[in-house]
């Protein structure tokens, strides 16, 4: 694999309304020349829901240009239509790097800035939203191709046409791609979830959901996460 790419576009996104509906978002964002990046995420960043999105675990998302193609083919129109760059809301678009390529606690400098990989992308149901197709987030999960999340080690500003270059990698054995297997495909693997549950720089969250299903040998309901509460019209 390569240890750099190149941020091709930086993105930023207020809050407006999601599809037809009152339910706030952020993840129709823009194209910037430059952002400053803090702790929480990028100035001018905003989103919908802070409880699950944005914060520190997840102050930068990016997504990888490559599953773009494959989508187009796959899904109908509209939807299909929308799968340009920038379509998930990431911050980062680039070509080199997929959750293949990349690992958990993965240390990057970006810009003036250092980031480390936190954790993938747990897609929700503002995707279905999003897209116009009820399961949209049961299929982006079910691809194993859902994006990734960086936690700021150092502030700093960053630009369009700056490198995102790998500087650590703690982790060799834990790509994105295997955490994505085990979260939604080999989901009771008792081996791989203690040694997840281990992994220091895996969100807090991800390693409480790992030992919860060693403690119960079962896997948790992702019902309400993939297909939401029922909004009004």
């Known amino acids: 694999m390569t240890s750099s790419i190149i941020i091709r576009q930086l993105r930023v996104g207020r809050l407006t309304k999601l599809a037809d509906t009152e339910t706030l978002t952020g993840i129709?964002?823009?194209?910037?020349?430059?952002?400053?990046?803090?702790?929480?995420?990028?100035?001018?960043?905003?989103?919908?829901?802070?409880?699950?999105?944005?914060?520190?675990?997840?102050?930068?998302?990016?997504?990888?240009?490559?599953?773009?193609?494959?989508?187009?083919?796959?899904?109908?129109?509209?939807?299909?239509?929308?799968?340009?760059?920038?379509?998930?809301?990431?911050?980062?678009?680039?070509?080199?790097?997929?959750?293949?390529?990349?690992?958990?606690?993965?240390?990057?400098?970006?810009?003036?800035?250092v980031v480390q990989i936190s954790q993938p992308r747990q897609p929700c149901w503002r995707l279905n939203l999003r897209f116009g197709i009820p399961d949209m987030s049961k299929r982006l999960q079910a691809s194993l191709r859902t994006g990734w999340y960086y936690r700021v080690l150092q502030p700093g500003v960053i630009r369009r046409g700056d490198t995102l270059t790998l500087d650590q990698r703690p982790n060799p054995g834990w790509p994105l791609s295997r955490v994505l297997s085990l979260l939604y495909d080999t989901t009771l693997e008792h081996a791989a979830l203690t040694e997840l549950i281990r992994l220091g720089q895996l969100t807090p969250n991800l390693r409480a959901l790992a030992q919860k299903r060693l403690e119960t040998g079962k896997v948790e309901d992702w019902e309400l996460r993939l297909f939401g509460p029922t909004i009004a019209e």
């Open 28 to 113: 129709y964002k823009q194209e910037v020349d430059s952002a400053y990046l803090s702790v929480n995420g990028l100035n001018n960043d905003q989103q919908g829901d802070k409880r699950h999105h944005g914060g520190p675990e997840k102050a930068l998302h990016h997504f990888a240009s490559e599953h773009y193609p494959r989508l187009r083919k796959a899904l109908p129109e509209p939807a299909a239509e929308y799968c340009q760059p920038g379509a998930f809301g990431e911050n980062l678009v680039t070509s080199g790097f997929t959750e293949a390529d990349v690992c958990v606690g993965d240390i990057f400098a970006l810009g003036e800035a």
